[in-house]
């Protein structure tokens, strides 16, 4: 009989290739992970892996237990979920996980709103970028967590995670206040331009990067911040421009002008990422319910924001 425990191990090693990043991601030390390995395909009777450098390939039979690994996992959530929905009300910690904006525009009202609806439920709140938070999340270190992705560079599925939307909006392109013009913008005009870009949100930067040479252009990166009211006074002060979400610039109070991008569509999709199987827990249900309303009208699951 294999251990659940052991199986998730060769599942994140499916998933990050290698010893050393499994052990990271299930905060053990890279021996204890290859012990645990080794007594798993002993258990097989069977080759799990092939070294490849540093890196281990699996072997079909190791495929396969990936495969039914999944599948038992979201029978285990399931099955915690259902338990859980047998209690009379919704309590317990749920650790929640979102990245500094989303933390602020959306987390915080829909905590305060979950707690008033349901008092024995205690919701805990950490900043996280995404590719952190996923990790937190098959770790089973975080509940759900609040992710984005951009529609030039889309996220990859993600193993035994589930993602739901919750708002679509553009990214806008900030201009210093002196630079005339109203409504939508054109990268190609600011090709002479400083461009000011995120330090480590580097997917944002990446897409800053693949819109401007679509436009025919190399973006000229003189300045980087992980502060966007940074990156806003760097802009009012003329030293260049941007682009920017559009629900990170909204709480802004600032002179520079904002406006669409008139070459592409360029959106940031955000979403609620919750383990597959785990949905149905009703404090997860309430949470994700709660962050819903807080990021739309209503309950609307795919709030679309406009400028």
């Known amino acids: 009989m294999f251990e659940v425990r052991r199986l998730r191990l060769l599942r994140e090693l499916s998933v990050h290739g290698t010893i050393a990043a499994a052990a990271r991601v299930c905060a053990l030390t890279p021996s204890a992970v290859s012990q645990q390995l080794a007594l798993l395909e002993r258990?097989?009777?069977?080759?799990?892996?092939?070294?490849?450098?540093?890196?281990?390939?699996?072997?079909?039979?190791?495929?396969?237990?990936?495969?039914?690994?999944?599948?038992?996992?979201?029978?285990?959530?399931?099955?915690?979920?259902?338990?859980?929905?047998?209690?009379?009300?919704?309590?317990?910690?749920?650790?929640l996980a979102a990245f500094p904006s989303a933390a602020g525009n959306i987390a915080a009202s829909a905590i305060a709103a979950c707690q008033a609806a349901h008092p024995d439920l205690r919701i805990l709140l950490e900043e996280n970028e995404p590719d952190a938070s996923l990790t937190d999340l098959r770790a089973q270190r975080i509940d759900a967590a609040l992710v984005y992705e951009y529609n030039l560079l889309p996220r990859l599925a993600e193993p035994g995670i589930e993602l739901s939307p919750l708002l679509q909006e553009p990214l806008l392109l900030a201009v210093p206040p002196h630079r005339t013009g109203d409504g939508p913008g054109s990268l190609a005009e600011y090709h002479d331009d400083r461009w000011i870009a995120p330090h480590s949100d580097t997917a944002l930067r990446t897409v800053l990067e693949r819109a401007c040479h679509a436009a025919g252009f190399t973006p000229r990166l003189d300045y980087t911040s992980d502060d966007f009211t940074v990156i806003m006074a760097l802009v009012r002060a003329g030293l260049g421009v941007s682009l920017i979400p559009h629900s990170v610039v909204e709480p802004l109070a600032t002179e520079v002008r904002l406006h669409p991008v008139s070459d592409f569509p360029l959106t940031r999709t955000v979403s609620v990422a919750v383990?597959?199987?785990?949905?149905?827990?009703?404090?997860?249900?309430?949470?994700?319910?709660?962050?819903?309303?807080?990021?739309?009208?209503?309950?609307?699951?795919?709030?679309?924001?406009?400028?």
């Open 43 to 95: 258990e097989a009777r069977t080759p799990l892996f092939i070294r490849d450098g540093r890196r281990l390939r699996l072997t079909k039979a190791a495929r396969i237990l990936v495969e039914h690994t999944e599948r038992i996992l979201t029978e285990l959530e399931q099955a915690q979920a259902a338990v859980a929905a047998l209690a009379r009300s919704i309590s317990g910690t749920m650790r």
């Open 275 to 307: 383990r597959t199987g785990s949905g149905t827990d009703p404090a997860i249900e309430a949470l994700v319910a709660a962050l819903r309303r807080a990021a739309g009208p209503g309950a609307n699951p795919y709030h679309v924001v406009s400028i």
